[in-house]
């Protein structure tokens, strides 16, 4: 089934596909005169007043009688040990996650097909399960901390929210595999410099062995990072051929 994404058509959400009944909407607007100042000023003071209002973003919830132990352990050490179940917390939600946006691409293959240099089935399905097995190793290691890897955390509603706008655009009917392409790479770069950021967290708090598995599953999502910008990359050079039709251009 055949979409490019760069398809020329009627596009009428530019200004200049009307002259004449845009000049005279500019006419009526220089005629009226701005209603403020035209600055942020105003908003800026009613966001510094809910910021002054509301509490906490979230909390992280008090470890088990297991958890109590390697807290005050890292606690002694000088860590902090509810930032690091704060951040296995946000990583166990985003994992999730990119199991369902990779199950959302796979529905898209299905459908647009896909292109010469671009994600195969196989492929798209070791990501997902590399994902899936991600999301179980964070939920282990909260486990083995003594934590409740069911809680949302503050620093994974965080990332819930910032996130809601790829799982979205992936399910999107108007969507093709190549613009699905988009958000997983978006979701991509997250993960990897959030997996370097737990890293970096674990050593801190020494704890060299749990380092050493996010160390492999950084290595994991690397390749990811480097298959997602390929296929972008080939589809787009495809589409982007001028005065011929691309054989296996993408959908």
Known sequence: MERKASEMGMNRTGIKTSPVESAKEIEGAEKRGATSIGDATAIARVRQEFAREVGNFGSVPPPTAKGMVKAAVDLLKGGRATVFIDKLGQRAGFERTGVRLYEAALSKLDVFGTWEGGPSRVELEKIRLDELAHFALVVRTIEQLGGDATALTPAAELQANMSEGVPRML??????????????????????????????????????????????????????????????????????????EAAGAPA
């Not at 959030?194 to 290595?219: C, K, M, P, V, Y």
């Open 171 to 244: 399910v999107d009917p108007h969507v093709n595999l190549l613009q699905s392409l988009e958000g997983l790479l978006t979701a991509e770069l997250v993960d990897n410099a959030s997996w370097e950021l737990l890293i970096e967290l674990a050593e801190q708090l020494g704890h060299t062995e749990i380092a050493e598995q996010f160390q492999r599953a950084l290595d994991v999502e690397q390749e990811h990072l480097a298959l997602v910008r390929s296929w972008i990359s080939t589809g787009t050079m495809l589409e982007a051929r001028v005065g011929e």
